[in-house]
């Protein structure tokens, strides 16, 4: 009954407008059609294969793979208990999100359980899942997938809505409230679809997205009035661009420009469809995005919005597009990114423009360290949109920016053993300074199971891609954008075989060493990036040295190469001392310790009993080494020195200052994404330092 009630309404809502549409003939055979044709082309996490204005393509999902040092380490982590571990969590009752499918389908009794957004992060898991697939084969994972994928197309409603908590609900209506999040849920429904579509070549999970796809496109393209202000967190303006790329039914790449087209075309007041979340600012609704100067509002909606955006640009080439996206890198990247590449710097506040803010962007160069919100959703959207600026520019500094992400604050959300989660990762905790109990995603240590459960798993399939990332295909050779031990067996664009090895300790040390395996006879470019930070790399093709090695850029080296070839790299990984820039009253006269890409902090465990973390100064005669330790942290360097700790105390809001005294004390600092796992402490980023003025 529910069924039909919601199937009489879609009429409605599409009939009411004059402009009825059937849907086509070549949507309900898209399905079969012209995933025949499609079956055989790109397998790229990005599907960029024909992509008309993108200078790196994507390599296949499964053609790299982590094989030794750290990113190898973690992808173990994730195969063997990340996505497993998530998986239990969320088919149980704690997590509910299976549950939830079941009780759409008819095929459990019970309530719906979760936020509004929980189908969104069961598709993120089946999405992590379909990775470790890709590259370990274990059939189990395909079997349990198309379980799940049974469930899931039970429980769609014949016109093709899918959304459990509205399915399940008797009391409200699809597409009465943009908090809703359905469209959430479709983009990752699309998004895991297609995924699962290019690892299995199976269209069974693709079928429930085409069908979605196909409800919305019926919806949404009549343009509707009272559903312009949808494309809430526009996770579908990135699904319905690699729907459209999958099953070639442009309809979905009109679909997904419509959305950036029709936000900041209306009045910004109150409505029906905004009622109980913010307006304007919050959910980059105050401009339209091609006339946008300042990344505002809720920082994953906004960073999801430019990926998406950055994908319909991959397709169209417009021109105000890519300048708006260029201009808001800018503005994040250099005026309210952390050093650890987070983003969202509060729980709370306004933008430039007087909009309520959660979750977000505030002023420029306001970057408080204990308050910092930082969501790890935030920061691997930050990374997802460099991945994305990274293909269409050819531009290394976008592969700068994903790196440090991966390595600080999207690492940081996650515990070593990868079972407990943070939502938000500030750069300072003091004990007492937060009630956590008046919290409700900001926490003193992390967490079994987040009610709002949108970070872990985002998470997870961002480690189980991340060999996806590593390289990219250029007009006639390779990209190395991620540095770590790994084996690439891939085809450049002209369909020639690429077959190398890479061996690195990285992050902990700098050399990489690239072996090549198997290669076309013709010349081609081998591209490999030189972050900013590596000044003084060398670079080294059968022992004779490459020239013009420049930071920020890519080295490119074209040659013909012959199986054996060997490429060695070495990139000096100096401890450096990081200062914000002069506007950033929050960390006047601090430091962050920095070694290659990775951010350092130091910990209660780390100093005295009692001690506090605001006591903890560094001078900047006092050096530190790096020390590496297999057995700490899951294998972590350390940074080995002397800081100080001032003794004496003032707790007045203002006070007389004289010489402070200080003790030195011997100790280390850790990466900050490691912090956090030896119980309960403080931990700070930024340190004072007092400089020796020789
Ligand atoms: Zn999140």
């Known amino acids: 009954m529910k069924k039909l009630l919601f199937a009489l309404l879609a009429f409605q809502v599409i009939s009411c407008t004059g402009e009825k549409k059937e849907p086509s003939v070549a949507s309900s055979h898209s399905s079969t059609e012209t995933l025949a044709l499609n079956l055989d082309e790109g397998k790229g996490i990005v599907n960029y294969s024909d992509s008309p204005h993108v200078a790196l393509k994507s390599i296949d999902i499964g053609d790299c793979r982590w094989t030794e040092g750290f990113w190898a380490d973690k992808w173990k982590i994730a195969e063997e208990t990340m996505v497993p571990h998530m998986g239990e969590i969320l088919k149980g009752d704690i997590g509910h999100a299976y549950n939830n499918f079941k009780i759409a389908a008819g095929l459990k009794e019970g309530e719906h359980k979760g936020f509004w957004w929980h189908d969104g992060d069961f598709y993120k898991w089946m999405e992590a899942s379909t990775y470790i697939y890709a590259v370990n084969k274990d059939e189990k994972i395909a079997e349990e997938l198309d379980e799940i994928i049974s469930v899931i197309a039970q429980a769609q409603l014949e016109n093709g809505y899918l959304s459990t908590p509205i399915i399940i609900r008797d009391d409200i209506e699809p597409f009465s409230n943009r908090r809703y999040h359905e469209l959430y849920n479709s983009g990752h429904l699309m998004t895991a679809a297609c995924i699962h579509n290019r690892v299995t070549g199976k269209t069974n999970f693709l079928d429930i997205a085409i069908k979605n796809a196909d409800y919305l496109y019926n919806l949404f393209s009549p343009k509707p009035e009272h559903l312009k202000r949808f494309g809430f967190n526009q996770t579908q303006i990135m699904g319905l661009v690699e729907l459209y790329r999958t099953t070639k039914d442009k309809r979905y790449l009109e679909l997904a420009e419509q959305f950036i087209n029709m936000r900041g075309t209306y009045k910004i007041e109150d409505d029906e469809t905004t009622k109980g979340y913010p307006i304007g600012d919050m959910v980059q609704e105050r401009v339209p995005l091609r006339e946008e100067t300042e990344a505002v509002g809720h920082a994953v909606l906004a960073l999801y919005y430019y990926a998406g955006a950055a994908d319909v640009y991959a397709e169209t080439g417009e021109k105000a597009l890519i300048d708006a996206l260029d201009r808001l890198w800018e503005n994040v990247t250099h005026k309210k990114m952390y050093v650890t590449g987070a983003v969202g710097q509060t729980h709370y506040g306004r933008s430039s423009r007087l909009d309520k803010i959660e979750e977000g962007f505030i002023d420029e160069y306001m970057m408080p360290n204990l308050t910092a919100y930082n969501e790890t959703c935030a920061n691997i959207c930050n990374s997802m949109f460099n991945y994305r600026m990274l293909s269409l520019s050819g531009d290394p500094k976008h592969g ?295």
């Open 400 to 694: 700068d920016i994903m790196e440090l992400v991966l390595h600080n604050s999207g690492l940081s959300g996650i515990s070593l053993e990868g079972t407990h989660y943070y939502y938000s990762n500030p750069l300072r905790k003091i004990d007492g300074a937060l009630d956590y109990e008046k919290m409700n995603v900001e926490f003193p240590e992390r967490q079994p199971y987040l009610e709002c459960f949108c970070c872990p798993p985002n998470l997870v399939r961002t480690i189980a891609k991340s060999p996806s990332w590593a390289y990219s295909k250029s007009q006639n050779g390779i990209a190395v954008n991620l540095y770590g031990g790994n084996e690439l067996n891939t085809e450049l664009l002209d369909g020639s075989p690429l077959k190398l090895r890479q061996q690195s300790n990285y992050p902990w040390d700098g050399a990489v060493k690239i072996t090549i395996n198997e290669c076309k006879g013709d010349a081609f470019d081998l591209l490999l990036r030189i972050p900013q930070w590596a000044k003084g790399t060398t670079i080294k093709v059968n022992g004779e040295a490459v020239e013009n090695v420049t930071p920020g850029q890519f080295a490119k080296i074209n040659r013909k190469w012959s199986a054996g070839d060997v490429i060695e790299m070495d990139m000096p990984m100096e401890t450096k001392f990081i200062e914000g820039h002069p506007r950033i009253e929050e960390v006047r006269n601090q430091v962050a310790l920095k070694r290659g890409p990775v951010v350092y902090c130091i910990e209660s465990a780390d100093l005295p009993k009692g001690t506090d973390i605001t006591d903890v100064y560094l001078s900047s005669d006092l050096k530190f080494s790096p020390s590496y330790k297999p057995d700490f942290l899951g294998g972590v360097t350390t940074l080995d020195g002397d800081i100080l700790i001032r003794n004496d105390k003032t707790n007045g809001m203002y006070s007389v200052v004289e010489q402070p005294k200080f003790t030195t004390y011997s100790t280390h600092l850790i990466p900050y994404y490691a912090w956090s796992n030896r119980g309960q402490g403080e931990m700070s980023v930024f340190l004072p330092i007092i400089w020796n003025r020789q």
